[in-house]
């Protein structure tokens, strides 16, 4: 089992590119969540997708989208990025939210000059 | 608004000491308080908390949780140099997709 992965690892983006950032999970679990890590900021909520065909705003959803492509995967979109969303972005799962934990992904490391 | 806030940001301690972070919250309709590790990667999964006065133990790792006083306490004994990481506290409403996290604690632990 890979249990949650992320592509890519690392990417440089110069302002206004767009790129998507891919996430799967081979846990069988029905929530997917899209988080943003800056320095002092902890862990802030972007977008997340309770079950398979929804999905929701979190705390900073500006400048991004998403797409809950079927049970294992989720993506992150950012049309035109800015220097703004550099950051790292970390994908979790869970089985049920508020009764299991969340398993976080290795995290992509996004830098937009 | 929830909220989350842990205390201290950051601690430098000893080899050996003990020490205590502080997790406090302001969630409507509790349910579960979470306690992650992070070193330089993905954060990990330490305790989930739901019933007050339930200590949880992992080894050097204990966590407990007051539902009256709405914090949660992570103490970590005969500290070791692998434990430097950032300690992240997050908090779920019952019925609820969405965890609400604390900014962290850093923890440096020197030999």
């Known amino acids: 089992n890979a249990g949650v992965t992320q592509t890519p690892k690392f990417q440089v983006l110069k302002t206004g590119q767009s790129m998507t950032l891919q996430c799967a999970q081979d846990?069988?679990?029905?929530?997917m969540y899209w988080y943003r890590q800056d320095p002092g900021m902890g862990l802030r909520l972007i977008y997340y997708s309770a079950s398979e065909g929804t999905t929701d705003k979190g705390e900073v959803p500006n400048g991004y989208n998403v797409s809950r492509l079927n049970k294992r995967e989720f993506s992150l979109r950012l049309e035109s990025a800015a220097p703004s969303q550099t950051s790292v972005y970390f994908c979790a799962t869970t089985f049920l939210a508020d009764a299991y934990e969340q398993y976080f992904g290795p995290g992509t490391r996004l830098t937009v000059t | 608004e929830d909220k989350v806030v842990q205390s201290p940001l950051s601690l430098v301690v000893h080899e050996g000491d003990t020490v205590t972070l502080n997790c406090s919250y302001e969630v409507t309709n509790f349910r579960s308080l979470l306690w992650y590790k992070q070193e330089k990667k993905a954060p990990t999964f330490l305790f989930m908390l739901t019933s007050s006065g339930i200590e949880k133990k992992s080894g050097r790792l204990s966590s407990i949780l007051d539902k009256k006083e709405l914090f949660s306490i992570l103490n970590i004994t005969a500290t070791q140099t692998g434990d430097s990481a950032v300690y992240l506290c997050?908090?779920?409403?019952?019925?609820?997709?969405?965890?609400?996290f604390g900014k962290g604690t850093k923890l440096t632990v020197n030999p």
């Open positions: 846990m069988n679990h029905n929530s």
């Open positions: 997050a908090v779920v409403r019952g019925g609820s997709e969405k965890l609400v």
